[in-house]
């Protein structure tokens, strides 16, 4: 499920997609997403070698940095999120089961809204 939300960083609203998907673990965003708007980031202490869901490992290779957004979905929820740094194709930002455990969002899948 895609939903709207925003980045905040040096005091500008930056509109962007995340999926939710509980077929992943974890919280990513797109390399590509942090070069264009020049997010900081900051080298993770061990890297992660990510699985496809077949099994095989990530072409990517392994994640060795991660960022700290903040992140805004809907009028009034923000949340400062951190975020392993991949290529996640055509997605900005995946929100995995890390993320849904923690917030176990009411979806409405007749609309898709949260």
Not at 19 to 32: A, K
Request: glycine share 8%; with cysteine; hydrophobic share 40%.
């Amino acid at each position: 499920m895609q939903i709207d939300v925003r980045i905040m960083y040096n005091g500008k609203e930056i509109d962007a997609e995340a999926i939710l998907d509980s077929r992943v673990e974890g919280v990513y965003c797109n390399t590509s997403f942090i070069k264009k708007y020049g997010l900081p980031t900051y080298d993770i202490e061990l890297p992660v070698y990510p699985r496809n869901v077949n099994g095989t490992l990530n072409k990517q290779g392994a994640i060795c940095h991660a960022a700290i957004l903040q992140m805004g979905i809907g009028a009034r929820h923000w949340e400062n999120i951190e975020v392993a740094i991949t290529n996640t194709g055509q997605h900005k930002i995946l929100l995995g089961t890390d993320w849904l455990k923690v917030h176990n969002p009411s979806i409405d899948w007749s609309t898709n809204r949260l």
